[in-house]
Every structure is written in structure tokens, then in C-alpha cells.
């Protein structure tokens, strides 16, 4: 099957996401500052999810540039990392909404997890579907970052308990990291 249907697919979703999340975001009632101040922690949340968003964009983008063609497995591995990467509005209101509330950042942390579980996933089935010798394989060498980013989700999860902004922090960290351009796979594919 080509691969062009599901990347069209998958990016009408992410459009629609980032669409739902931008629309969680509410005017302030009334015309002031202090109104708009209060709505900073709103906008902090969707500032880093839309960045979480575009990252998997872009990054989901490259990963189908490695694949030539697509089977039953990688469709589902995909809709499985859609439906998480669904679950993120929901969680950026309601972090946002209470000001980086202990469990609200925790939840957040397992949004962001999530997709990373089911990130890798769709890579491994890829993978599989294109061997050991495949584009994928060979560019995605050791995933330093791949590796790291779940145990950093892991530990801002348990430390939203004692210290959200600590969490936050890590949430960020993150963020930046994956932000620099991942080159392996352009590199791969010949895309210069």
C-alpha cells in the first residue's frame, strides 16, 4: 500500500489537534491586563503542546519519508500514536486551566509519554516491515534521544508530586532536545 494516504491522514489530524487546542484557549472576559495576565499559564501550556505537536509533525513526517510502502501494522501502529497524541488538548487545558497543579502536570507527563510509546511503535513496525537493511533501521543507529525522552516523562510524572515546575522543567528539556533538527533519516534517504 503507498504511503501517501496515511501521511495526508495523519497530518489532517494533527492540523485538527493543534485546531481543538487553540480553541481551548479562551478571551478573557474583560479588557484589562490582570484579565489577560491570569490567562498566562493557558498559554504557556499551549506554547509548549503546540511545540510537542509540530516536533511529532515533523519528526512522523521524516519517519514516512524512510518507509516505501505501508502494511496493516503500520497503519494501526499510526492510528495508535494519533490517539495519543489526541489526548494532548485535553491534557494541556487542564494543566493550563489549573496553574501546573500537581496532578494536572502528572497527566501531562503520561500525555506526553504516550506518544512516545507508541512513536517508537510505529518505528519498530516500520522497521520490520522493511528489515534490519532498511532505511529506518540504518539511520535510526542508536536513538539517543529516542531512548532517553520515556525515562525523562517517567521522572517528571513522579516529581509533579513534590515539585510540578521541576517536572515542567523536564517537559521542556525535552522539548528543546527533540527541537534541534534530527538529521539521520534526511541523511539517510538523501535528502540534502
Do not use: C
Not at 114 to 120: C, H
Not at 134 to 142: D, E, I, P, V
Not at 161 to 178: D, G, K, N, Q
Request: avoid cysteine; hydrophobic fraction near 60%.
Amino acid at each position: 500500500m503507498p504511503k501517501e494516504r496515511l501521511t495526508a491522514f495523519s497530518d489532517g489530524v494533527i492540523a485538527i489537534i493543534i485546531t481543538i487546542m487553540v480553541l481551548e484557549m479562551k478571551a478573557p472576559h474583560h479588557a484589562d491586563l490582570a484579565s489577560l495576565a491570569a490567562l498566562t499559564p493557558v498559554f504557556l501550556s499551549y506554547v509548549l503542546s503546540f511545540l510537542y505537536l509540530a516536533i511529532y509533525w515533523n519528526n512522523h513526517h521524516h519517519l514516512l519519508m524512510a518507509a516505501e510502502r505501508v502494511d496493516g501494522a503500520i497503519l494501526w501502529a499510526n492510528m495508535h500514536l494519533l490517539f495519543w497524541l489526541s489526548l494532548i488538548p485535553f491534557a494541556t487545558a487542564w494543566m493550563g486551566e489549573n496553574e501546573f497543579a500537581s496532578l494536572p502536570v502528572a497527566v501531562y507527563g503520561l500525555a506526553l509519554l504516550m506518544p512516545a510509546v507508541a512513536y517508537f511503535i510505529l518505528q519498530m513496525a516500520i522497521i520490520r516491515r522493511h528489515g534490519r537493511e532498511g532505511t529506518l533501521a540504518k539511520a535510526l543507529g542508536a536513538d539517543w534521544k529516542g531512548k532517553l525522552s520515556p525515562f525523562a516523562y517517567l521522572a517528571g510524572i513522579v516529581l509533579a508530586f513534590t515539585e510540578p515546575m521541576i517536572s515542567e522543567a523536564l517537559y521542556v528539556l525535552v522539548a528543546l532536545v527533540w527541537l534541534v533538527p534530527d538529521r539521520r533519516i534526511e541523511r539517510a534517504i538523501g535528502v540534502k
